[in-house]
């Protein structure tokens, strides 16, 4: 399989590269990682620029606010992005996560709602799928949901949500039938992260930075409008948020994996390096290209 561009991709490789090099601003050059370093108003004025630019969505239906191309096209721009280390959309969770599920899964209302001031990063999302305890197993969600009347009722814990501590919703999953065990039972939510009872403890890493979160739920209310999908099958809505995530979120982790790697390589060349350490730097190398 031939992975080079086409000459359409090629074009759109170039566009990308040139806009991003004129319109980036000195001050986020070269910065990138995590949450903990992207909720400035810099950051959200570059996340505007972006989607004004056509850089958001791009992959996304037009009706939706996107450009209708196909993920390829995504991954160009990734790859354009990690090679300058500009900053990513504060609305990662958003774009990668939340926005394709709710168009996949979600009502015409939560499209009409949700879908266009995420894109133009005037609210940001969160995930809070990961809990205390269950480590990567969705299946193990303890935290519940009650139905009272139009609406549920959460009580529980959530942990690793990035973004949490700026969040306007989170994506949530939640057991709604006590009784149920594992895949069953579960229901998707959006949940408005500024509801009485969310309460958001940033978690401090060794880097002395807080990326991470723990989300505390206690007594707070979700209207059924907020549900996505159907009562009772969360899992199956979780399932298609998981596969975007893997796809897109992955995209940009494999395009920035490469741009560190590319400098390690660099300075192997420029200082020297063991035979262990060049037949790390090559092992990884060919770990990479297996990614891609």
Same mark, same amino acid.
């Given at each position: 399989?031939?992975?080079?561009?086409?000459?359409?991709?090629?074009?759109?490789?170039?566009?990308?590269?040139?806009?991003?090099?004129?319109? @980036?601003? &000195?001050?986020?050059?070269?910065?990138?990682?995590?949450?903990?370093?992207?909720?400035?108003?810099?950051?959200?004025?570059?996340?505007?620029?972006?989607?004004?630019?056509?850089?958001?969505?791009?992959?996304?239906?037009?009706?939706?606010?996107?450009?209708?191309?196909?993920?390829?096209?995504?991954?160009?721009?990734?790859?354009?992005?990690?090679?300058?280390?500009?900053?990513?959309?504060?609305?990662?969770?958003?774009?990668?996560?939340?926005?394709?599920?709710?168009?996949?899964?979600?009502?015409?209302?939560?499209?009409?709602?949700?879908?266009?001031?995420?894109?133009?990063?005037?609210?940001?999302?969160?995930?809070?799928?990961?809990?205390?305890?269950?480590? =990567?197993?969705?299946?193990?969600?303890?935290?519940?949901?009650?139905?009272?009347?139009?609406?549920?009722?959460?009580?529980?814990?959530?942990?690793?949500?990035?973004?949490?501590?700026?969040?306007?919703?989170?994506?949530?999953?939640?057991?709604?039938?006590?009784?149920?065990?594992?895949?069953?039972?579960? &229901?998707?939510?959006?949940?408005?992260?500024?509801?009485?009872?969310?309460?958001?403890?940033?978690?401090?890493?060794?880097?002395?930075?807080?990326?991470?979160?723990?989300?505390?739920? =206690?007594?707070?209310?979700?209207?059924?409008?907020?549900?996505?999908?159907?009562?009772?099958?969360?899992?199956?809505?979780?399932? &298609?948020?998981? @596969?975007?995530?893997?796809?897109? @979120?992955?995209?940009?982790?494999?395009?920035?994996?490469?741009?560190?790697?590319?400098?390690?390589?660099?300075?192997?060349?420029?200082?020297?390096?063991?035979?262990?350490?060049?037949?790390? @730097?090559?092992?990884?190398?060919?770990?990479?290209?297996?990614?891609?």
């Amino acid at each position: 399989m031939d992975f080079r561009d086409t000459p359409e991709q090629a074009a759109f490789r170039a566009e990308v590269r040139t806009w991003i090099d004129e319109n @980036l601003p &000195t001050e986020l050059r070269g910065h990138h990682g995590g949450a903990a370093r992207f909720d400035g108003p810099e950051v959200r004025a570059w996340s505007r620029a972006l989607h004004d630019g056509g850089w958001v969505g791009i992959s996304w239906p037009a009706e939706y606010g996107g450009r209708g191309l196909s993920p390829r096209f995504q991954a160009i721009y990734l790859e354009e992005e990690a090679r300058a280390e500009a900053p990513p959309h504060i609305g990662v969770i958003g774009l990668g996560m939340a926005g394709p599920t709710i168009i996949s899964r979600g009502t015409e209302e939560q499209k009409a709602r949700y879908l266009k001031p995420l894109l133009a990063a005037e609210e940001i999302w969160c995930q809070g799928f990961s809990e205390p305890g269950a480590g =990567s197993d969705l299946a193990g969600v303890r935290a519940s949901a009650r139905l009272d009347g139009d609406r549920f009722v959460l009580d529980g814990q959530k942990v690793w949500s990035s973004y949490a501590h700026i969040a306007d919703f989170c994506i949530l999953v939640a057991r709604s039938d006590p009784a149920s065990e594992r895949h069953a039972g579960l &229901t998707y939510l959006i949940v408005d992260m500024h509801a009485p009872g969310v309460d958001v403890r940033p978690l401090t890493q060794i880097t002395g930075e807080a990326e991470f979160n723990e989300i505390f739920l =206690s007594g707070v209310e979700v209207p059924l409008e907020n549900v996505v999908g159907e009562i009772g099958k969360g899992w199956d809505v979780a399932m &298609t948020t998981l @596969l975007h995530e893997r796809g897109t @979120l992955g995209f940009a982790l494999v395009a920035r994996l490469e741009v560190q790697l590319r400098k390690l390589v660099a300075l192997a060349g420029d200082r020297g390096a063991t035979p262990t350490q060049r037949e790390a @730097l090559a092992r990884e190398w060919i770990q990479l290209q297996a990614l891609r």
